[in-house]
């Protein structure tokens, strides 16, 4: 009988999306229930590829830096493998374990992320005037990076869980923005603006999607465009970047050093790029070369092919991650893999957007790319989660 629930147990063949009845302009997703498939090839293909990519401009961008500081080429090398290893192993589990047990952890993992960004306050290792890491035998943990995971899992639970008040701005939309803005605060104190705005850009998408109040969504926009100017108006080193951005000529040697040798890197590739290993800028040229602005090195030794072919990764990667949530077998699937796959697309244009001039300097790090042991196993942890989703959402094909 049309409308009557299906038996428990029982899912219905994948379909196209259903669309509830709109409360504003967002998504208002209900995924369509499927027969569990198997692995989506191209989420799993472009995962893998932008994960070579990366490990192999690691390498290549920072050997000379490495080499300088440790007498060893591979330093950053050997590091960042190890992080794949680790980021491989999360991928797995979190791939055969039902993310549905993840609802489990809502709760105890942003009470840990809370934790962690108030710990690396009193513990944390102080690098260019920022606090951003606590020290473990060795390694720097990035409790940033835990944040944004734990923050995907707690909206998603929170959306589902009250889904039907998503329209009401007190009960349904308002806690997560609060939230959120605990989060956002204590990343600050670090501080770290560009953690904050993909924090706020994450909770933004998973409100769209879920279906949040068109009104309610553009408030918060305009209220947050003054709020980011004060934020960057009361530090000078933020304003200066914004100078550097809108006029990197005017002083070349300063504000608009990083801009500039990030433009001539990407620009001097052309269309296949130096060679591998042969770029000139990362002989302490251009800053953050391994990290922040590794794309910019990508350009130069890969060319616009190479950088091209990153970019076609990242939509890939987006494209399969987005018609994972669309057919995920229950809400809560549906909104942590939209979440998921903001987050990544969200830092991956944030970054590319910066190299290439478009965006002033955030310190947005590039995911599957960038030097860093943290961002790289939690990219790799939230691909499993995604690979999952996928999987119990029927035909992948």
């Not at 709109?22 to 692995?39: D, E, H």
């Not at 850009?201 to 003054?226: C, Q």
């Not at 790319?369 to 999952?388: D, I, P």
């Amino acid at each position: 009988m049309v409308g009557s629930p299906a038996p428990a147990g029982h899912r219905r063949p994948a379909g196209d999306l259903e669309r509830a009845g709109a409360t504003g302009a967002g998504l208002a997703l209900r995924p369509a229930r499927s027969v569990p498939g198997r692995v989506d090839p191209l989420l799993l293909l472009s995962s893998f590829g932008l994960l070579t990519i990366g490990l192999v401009m690691v390498f290549s961008a920072s050997s000379v830096q490495a080499w300088t500081e440790t007498g060893d080429p591979l330093y950053y090398a050997k590091r960042q493998f190890v992080g794949v290893i680790l980021g491989l192993a999360a991928l797995f589990v979190l791939y055969r374990v039902d993310y549905r047990r993840l609802r489990r952890l809502a709760w105890p993992g942003l009470a840990t992320a809370v934790v962690l960004l108030i710990a690396v306050l009193f513990l944390g290792r102080e690098i260019a005037g920022a606090k951003r890491w606590i020290p473990l035998g060795g390694w720097n943990l990035q409790p940033s990076e835990v944040t944004k995971l734990a923050l995907a899992v707690f909206l998603a639970h929170w959306l589902d869980w009250r889904r039907p008040e998503i329209g009401s701005f007190w009960r349904g939309y308002l806690p997560p923005l609060l939230i959120t803005g605990v989060l956002f605060g204590l990343v600050m104190l670090e501080p770290d603006l560009g953690t904050g705005l993909t924090l706020g850009a994450l909770t933004a998408v998973m409100l769209f999607a879920a279906g949040a109040n068109g009104f309610h969504l553009g408030l918060t926009g305009l209220a947050a465009v003054p709020a980011i100017f004060v934020l960057i108006k009361v530090e000078p080193y933020r304003w200066r970047r914004i100078i550097g951005f809108l006029d990197p000529w005017a002083d070349p040697l300063g504000t608009g050093f990083q801009t500039i040798q990030s433009l001539l890197a990407v620009g001097s590739g052309g269309l296949f790029g130096s060679g591998l290993g042969q770029s000139r800028q990362k002989y302490f040229y251009l800053p953050e070369q391994h990290t922040d602005f590794i794309f910019g090195i990508v350009g130069e030794e890969l060319g616009f092919l190479g950088a091209s072919l990153v970019v076609i990764l990242f939509f890939l990667y987006c494209w399969r991650g987005l018609r994972a949530a669309l057919r995920a077998p229950d809400f809560f699937g549906t909104m942590l893999a939209a979440g998921l796959t903001g987050l990544v697309g969200v830092q991956a244009f944030l970054n590319i957007g910066v190299v290439t001039g478009l965006l002033p300097v955030t310190g947005i790090t590039l995911p599957f790319l960038s030097y860093g042991s943290s961002s790289l196993v939690t990219t790799l942890a939230a691909t499993g989660v995604l690979l999952n989703i996928a999987r119990q959402g029927g035909d992948t094909s």
